[in-house]
């Protein structure tokens, strides 16, 4: 199997690994074909916070040396993939000609996932067989470490009484096993387990999660301070969305919209200090594909009882928001580990609607934020 050329000027032990869960997926594809048009010099890299002055002394891994692969049960190669997202307006025309061999190499660098119906491997089995391609791909490229990033589709959450380890869960025990840091971008379990958290920390491995924070949620970050710092009472807070995709798909399944709104209520009882009334409705609408329209309706009071309404509508890319959080991400915990850093980061509690502790404010985030980037640079 060949593997991934080192970039002109590198060393092989300069490079990361970034391996995500789910690499064919929208989010995978625009974030690989992302990489390397900034890289390229062909686009700025709108939508990176680490690309911002503040982080320029953390010693993040340049995005040049990152070295993609990954696991997936679909198919289509990621020239195709990216294609077919040209024609859907998320990337640029002209973008994947123009990068086909950076993606061509990160598709040959992707593994078979699953489990598949009528797989009868145990989970040991399955987890040991990502473990070592894992361990491969780490080998073989010669890469420093791998970051493991789940960008897959949103599973139920588990019953109390499940005999087997949802498939998000494998990955992340894969992960641990590989020794490799690892992020949940989505709702699904990962390794927010009790056995699975204890092993990352037994094996000094950083982690964040869980479910990116890119549109409705972010937005509702930014406005729930507000109401409680002008000390005006929330009454109702309502939403819906209106999505398409691969997500839209998954989240059509009643269980899984619910593991996704868990996310998204969490950030309004944390900084209201209680639940509101209301709840978010996700629609599946094939059409719209991987663009998103987010729809809050916002009920309060102010002085003397008056009652007021604020509305807001939130239109955007899903994949074109999250691809750069991402490619933060696995910096970040690439970085983290290579200066000793261990267990959950609440730290990087600004890309999640469900972090690992912190404050669910984005500003309180922020500083946090800039906190850990200061640390990285005085670890040198």
Same mark, same amino acid.
């Given at each position: *199997?060949?593997?991934?050329?080192? &970039? %002109? ?38 939508? *990176? ?57 990160? +598709? ?78 989505? !709702? ?6 009790? &056995?699975?958290?204890?092993? @990352? ?24 301070? *507000?109401?409680?710092? %002008? ?14 995709? $691969? ?7 009643? @269980? ?33 594909? +991987? ?16 009652? *007021? ?48 502790? $912190? !404050? ?21």
């Amino acid at each position: *199997m060949p593997t991934t050329p080192t &970039p %002109r000027g590198e060393q092989p032990t300069h490079r990361t690994g970034v391996w995500f869960v789910g690499a064919r997926g929208s989010v995978a594809t625009t974030a690989v074909a992302g990489c390397a048009a900034v890289t390229a010099g062909l686009h700025p890299p709108t939508g *990176m916070v680490t690309e911002t002055p503040p982080f320029a002394e953390s010693g993040l891994p340049a995005l040049s040396s990152l070295v993609f692969g990954g696991h997936d049960t679909a198919s289509c190669p990621l020239p195709k993939r990216a294609e077919e997202l040209t024609a859907a307006g998320v990337l640029p025309h002209g973008l994947p000609a123009a990068l086909h061999a950076e993606l061509d190499a990160a +598709d040959r660098e992707i593994r078979p996932g699953g489990p598949q119906p009528g797989d009868t491997r145990s989970d040991e089995e399955i987890i040991a067989s990502f473990a070592d391609d894992l361990t491969d791909f780490t080998r073989r490229t010669g890469v420093a470490r791998t970051v493991v990033v789940n960008v897959s589709s949103t599973e139920p959450a588990p019953g109390p009484d499940a005999l087997r380890l949802p498939a998000s869960s494998l990955y992340a025990a894969a992960a641990v096993r590989a020794g490799c840091p690892y992020v949940n971008f989505t !709702p699904s379990t990962g390794l927010r387990t009790g &056995p699975l958290t204890a092993a @990352a920390e037994a094996r000094g491995l950083p982690h964040a999660g869980r479910d990116g924070k890119t549109g409705q949620t972010l937005l509702r970050s930014v406005l729930a301070p *507000m109401f409680v710092q %002008r000390a005006l009472a929330v009454r109702a807070w309502s939403g819906t969305n209106l999505l398409g995709g $691969g997500d839209g798909a998954a989240l059509a399944d009643p @269980a899984a919209a619910a593991a996704k709104n868990a996310g998204k209520e969490r950030v309004l009882t944390d900084t209201l200090g209680t639940a509101p009334e209301g709840e978010v409705h996700i629609d599946d609408v094939p059409a719209l594909g +991987d663009w998103k329209t987010a729809w809050d309706h916002i009920a309060f009071d102010g002085f003397l009882g008056s009652r *007021m309404i604020l509305q807001t509508i939130w239109q955007g890319c899903d994949s074109a928001l999250a691809a750069p959080l991402v490619l933060d991400l696995a910096r970040l915990l690439a970085r983290a580990h290579e200066a000793g850093l261990s267990g959950p980061l609440p730290e990087l509690g600004f890309y999640f609607k469900d972090p690992d502790g $912190g !404050p669910a404010a984005l500003a309180e985030q922020y500083g946090e934020l800039l906190a850990f980037a200061e640390r990285l640079r005085e670890t040198g």
